[in-house]
């Protein structure tokens, strides 16, 4: 059987950094998109060992960007089987009377707008293929809305939205879409939102375990490794720990 092509947004940290490694391990062939060239660099060391692969250096905010560089994929990689749409972002906790501006525009531009562009930038080929299987990286707060979480809530409930729309519209092409939406995963999420305040980080974790990236990678690896006639469409993790967004048994 020929091998897949697996293209991964936000491949150099946490769940995309776990998932990358996870399809490495399958020998899928892989195509790495992340902001920080550094990291990509010595992933491509690190994985390019174990399979065939390339990187890709853009910010999923930059539509040029993305259609440039998603269009500069060489043979084979350049048809892209599986998609994992994965980069995004929480900035910043705040009432919505006092929230940044600049906060809302990166949530909304990275979550929403940036998965509509690297989606955009790979569904043609799929489309003509009649095939290929979109896994989009939701949340949690795509579920439900909780104090200060506003925009962010507001931006992964239009991922939600997004990757029903996908489903319905995708159906005729024999394209599987589906959404794996974690709660609580111990990441650089936390660091990003509170904008490098690491102790204030650390307290999100603290008192319960958390789910780790690697949890979620086996998820997003045993949802596309289903035969074909099983599309996983709608999926949701939490750590055990926790009930809701606000419900979390700790021990501290």
Avoid at 88 to 101: E, Q
Avoid at 157 to 165: L, P, R, T
Avoid at 179 to 198: C, H, I
Wanted: hydrophobic share 40%.
């Amino acid at each position: 059987m020929e091998k897949k092509t697996v293209l991964i947004t936000g491949a150099t940290s946490g769940i995309g950094l776990a998932t990358a490694r996870a399809f490495a391990n399958g020998h899928y062939r892989l195509v790495l998109c992340g902001r920080r060239e550094e990291r990509l660099k010595a992933l491509k060391t690190e994985l390019g060992k174990q399979t065939e692969l390339v990187t890709l250096n853009f910010d999923v905010r930059d539509k040029e960007k993305v259609f440039d560089a998603i269009s500069s994929l060489p043979d084979p990689l350049s048809n892209v089987d599986i998609l994992i749409n994965n980069a995004g972002n929480a900035h910043g906790l705040d009432p919505i009377d006092s929230g940044s501006v600049e906060d809302w525009e990166a949530m909304i531009d990275i979550n929403v707008k940036g998965l509509l562009y690297v989606s955009k930038a790979i569904l043609p080929q799929m489309v003509s293929r009649k095939s290929g299987h979109i896994i989009n990286i939701g949340s949690t707060a795509g579920k439900e809305v909780y104090p200060k979480g506003n925009v962010y809530c507001a931006s992964k409930h239009a991922v939600d939205a997004i990757n029903q729309g996908m489903r319905l519209d995708l159906n005729a092409y024999g394209i599987r879409v589906g959404a794996v939406n974690p709660g609580l995963v111990e990441t650089e999420f936390s660091q990003v939102r509170f904008k490098g305040d690491t102790k204030r980080a650390e307290t999100v974790y603290q008192g319960y375990q958390a789910l780790k990236p690697e949890d979620i990678a086996d998820i997003i690896l045993f949802v596309v490794t289903r035969p074909y006639h099983v599309n996983i469409a709608d999926l949701v993790v939490m750590p055990t720990a926790q009930a809701s967004s606000t419900i979390v048994k700790k021990q501290l």
